[in-house]
T-cell receptor, first 114, second 113 residues
Framework: GAGVSQSPSNKVTEKGKDVELRCDPI?????LYWYRQSLGQGLEFLIY????????KSGLPSDRFSAERTGGSVSTLTIQRTQQEDSAVYLC????????????FGPGTRLTVL | AQSVSQHNHHVILSEAASLELGCNYS??????LFWYVQYPGQHLQLLLK??????LVKGIKGFEAEFIKSKFSFNLRKPSVQWSDTAEYFC???????????FGTGTRLKVLA
């Protein structure tokens, strides 16, 4: 079946603009994660959804970041008033059910803030 | 707080050489441990994972990792690497009862044919 998809694959934006990144998880997967991968850094946990609920949003770097998930499926990560330090690859991963299940990653969205 | 350290950032080996990539985690409680791999142009994928039981875990493509609790380590090994093992490898941990995965900074492996 189809894997995790993310769009856009690349996004170049100007500082101060808002961006919206989309993740389509594997059908039927109830758990969804967002990560950020900056140059020279590991995968930084941003947020976790179980269904449409995010039990902990403390991984979001600032209040300019927000995420939602609707219908237990698609998730969007929104960054308002983008800054140059937001430039990174944003990865989404889904899991079938429990947190210990295998994570299936998408291809990522490469965000460049000029 | 959890953390994961990968000491080797770049490794270059010739084909048939043996591989060991270091991974150390810091967490006093029970952890689940993982290795993920990202081949060039591909998505991150699970290589192997440890939850409990035999501390020697075997994964895909001939990889294995050993959980040594006393050393807080989960090193990845392969006896004989191939050119196709060229990739970036990420070690990760998940504290039992939580959902927050912590990953290391990754190790870029290049295998010379």
């Amino acid at each position: 079946g189809a894997g995790v998809s993310q769009s856009p694959s690349n996004k170049v934006t100007e500082k101060g603009k808002d961006v919206e990144l989309r993740c389509d998880p594997i059908s039927g997967h109830t758990a969804l994660y967002w990560y950020r991968q900056s140059l020279g850094q590991g995968l930084e946990f941003l947020i976790y959804f179980q269904g449409n609920s995010a039990p902990d949003k403390s991984g979001l770097p600032s209040d300019r970041f927000s995420a939602e998930r609707t219908g237990g499926s698609v998730s969007t990560l929104t960054i308002q008033r983008t800054q140059q330090e937001d430039s990174a690859v944003y990865l989404c991963a889904s899991q079938r059910a429990g947190v210990s299940d295998t994570q299936y990653f998408g291809p990522g969205t490469r965000l460049t803030v000029l | 707080a959890q953390s994961v350290s990968q000491h080797n950032h770049h490794v270059i080996l010739s084909e048939a050489a043996s591989l060991e990539l270091g991974c150390n985690y810091s967490y006093g409680g029970t952890v689940n441990l993982f290795w993920y791999v990202q081949y060039p142009g591909q998505h991150l994928q699970l290589l192997l994972k440890y939850f409990s039981g035999d501390p020697l875990v075997k994964g895909i493509k001939g990889f294995e990792a050993e959980f040594i609790k006393s050393k807080f380590s989960f090193n990845l090994r392969k006896p004989s690497v191939q050119w196709s093992d060229t990739a970036e490898y990420f070690c990760g941990s998940l504290a039992s009862g939580t959902y927050k995965y912590i990953f290391g900074t990754g190790t870029r492996l290049k295998v010379l044919a």
